[in-house]
Nanobody
């Protein structure tokens, strides 16, 4: 069973930084495609980033490109999303996912597993 637990969300001022984490249990995260989705109030869920060790793919949506960085620590079985230069429009519930490939994340397709989400609020 693929279990994901996000952490690290919180309140941050515009222009600030935050790092959210996704810890995996029950499986070795490095063998899977791991992505991040977010859902803002009143908006559809958006696939914003993805990392795949098998083919070296790293994906970022245009909305976060240049500001967010995805990385993984295999020793800790954890994937991170470093978020810099945060904007109020980045306010959302952030979900970690296991997906079939990064194209599915980019296309907001079906995922194999979801975490429970961590809330990021960008506000002064």
């Amino acid at each position: 069973q693929l279990q994901l637990v996000e952490s690290g969300g919180g309140l941050v001022q515009p222009g600030g930084s935050l790092r959210v984490s996704c810890a995996a249990s029950g499986f070795t995260l490095d063998y899977y495609v791991i992505g991040w989705f977010r859902q803002a109030p009143g908006k559809e869920r958006e696939g914003i980033s993805c990392i795949s060790s098998s083919d070296g793919t790293i994906y970022y949506a245009d909305s976060v490109k240049g500001r967010f960085t995805i990385s993984r620590d295999n020793a800790k079985n954890t994937v991170y999303l470093q978020m810099n230069s945060l904007k109020p429009e980045d306010t959302a519930l952030y979900y970690c996912v296991v997906g079939p490939d990064c194209t599915a994340v980019a296309d907001h397709g079906a995922m194999d597993a979801w975490g429970q989400g961590t809330l990021v609020t960008v506000s002064s």
